[in-house]
C-alpha cells in the first residue's frame, strides 16, 4: 500500500542505548521531516531532507543522527538515548511543490528509561 | 524565526454547534502557506485545510472554513455542525514557499472537546 510508514509503533529503551526509529514512503516525494511531539510544544522539527544524501538541522537536532541514501527510507538515530528524549516522533514527506501538504506517519512513541 | 501561537489550549463545544480555534503567525514574508491538521485519539495526522497566503478567499471544505486575515497574521479555523468524530487535538502550521525551506512550523495546540 502506497503511503507513509514508520517502525517501531511503541520503543522502550534504556538510557545511554543507541535506538533507531525507521520511516519509509513509496510516494518517492522528495521532503522528508522527523518531529517529536511533547506537551505544551506541539510538533518541533529535528531534521529534514530535501533529497537523498541531502539533509538539515530543524529545531531540536542535538542528541539525533539521520541519513538518506534512498530516497524513500529517512532513519532517526538516538545515539545515546536520554530521558529527555522520551516523546512521540513523527515522520512526514512531502513532495516538492510548496502548497504540498505533509503526510504523516503513524508515530512512534519512545520512552525512555 | 517564524512563530506559530495558539492561545486556546482547551475549547469545548456542544454537539451541532460553531466553534472556532484562533491562530496567529509572526512573518515577514508575503508568499507562504497555512495549515490546519487534526490529530485525533489515534495519533494520526490530518490535514484538515489549508491557505495560500496569496488568495484573498477563505478556504472551506465541508463543514470546516478558515477566517483568513493577513493584515492581522491570523488564520482561524470554524467548524460548523460539531460532531462527536470532531473532538481531537488541532494544529495550525505555516510553512514559508522559498525554496531551501520546505519545512511546517506547528503551533502548541487546541484540545477540542465536543460535549453530547
Known amino acids: 500500500d502506497a503511503g507513509i510508514t514508520q517502525s517501531p509503533r511503541y520503543k522502550i529503551t534504556e538510557t545511554g542505548r543507541q535506538v533507531t526509529l525507521m520511516c519509509h514512503q513509496t510516494?518517492?516525494?522528495?521532503?522528508m521531516f522527523w518531529y517529536r511531539q511533547d506537551l505544551g510544544h506541539g510538533l518541533r522539527l529535528i531534521y529534514y531532507?530535501?533529497?537523498?544524501?541531502?539533509?538539515d538541522k530543524g529545531e531540536v537536532p542535538d542528541g539525533y543522527v539521520v541519513s538518506r541514501s534512498k530516497t524513500e527510507n529517512f532513519p532517526l538515530t538516538l545515539e545515546s538515548a536520554t530521558r529527555s528524549q522520551t516523546s512521540v516522533y513523527f515522520c512526514?514527506?512531502?513532495?516538492?511543490?510548496?502548497?504540498?501538504?505533509?503526510?504523516f506517519g503513524n508515530g512512534t512513541r519512545l520512552t525512555v528509561t | 524565526a517564524q512563530t506559530v501561537t495558539q492561545s486556546q489550549p482547551e475549547m469545548s463545544v456542544q454537539e451541532a454547534e460553531t466553534v472556532t480555534l484562533s491562530c496567529t503567525y509572526d512573518?515577514?514574508?508575503?508568499?507562504?502557506?497555512l495549515f490546519w491538521y487534526k490529530q485525533p485519539p489515534s495519533r494520526q495526522m490530518i490535514l484538515v485545510i489549508r491557505q495560500e497566503a496569496y488568495k484573498q478567499q477563505n478556504a472551506t471544505e465541508n463543514r470546516f472554513s478558515v477566517n483568513f486575515q493577513k493584515a492581522a497574521k491570523s488564520f482561524s479555523l470554524k467548524i460548523s455542525d460539531s460532531q462527536l468524530g470532531d473532538a481531537a487535538m488541532y494544529f495550525c502550521?505555516?510553512?514559508?514557499?522559498?525554496?531551501?525551506?520546505?519545512?511546517?512550523?506547528f503551533g502548541t495546540g487546541t484540545r477540542l472537546t465536543i460535549i453530547p
Open positions: 531532507s530535501a533529497a537523498a544524501d541531502i539533509t
Open positions: 510516494w518517492s516525494h522528495s521532503y
Open positions: 502550521a505555516y510553512r514559508r514557499s522559498n525554496f531551501g525551506n520546505e519545512k511546517l512550523t
Open positions: 512526514a514527506s512531502s513532495a516538492w511543490v510548496y502548497n504540498s501538504p505533509l503526510h
Open positions: 512573518t515577514s514574508e508575503s508568499d507562504y502557506y
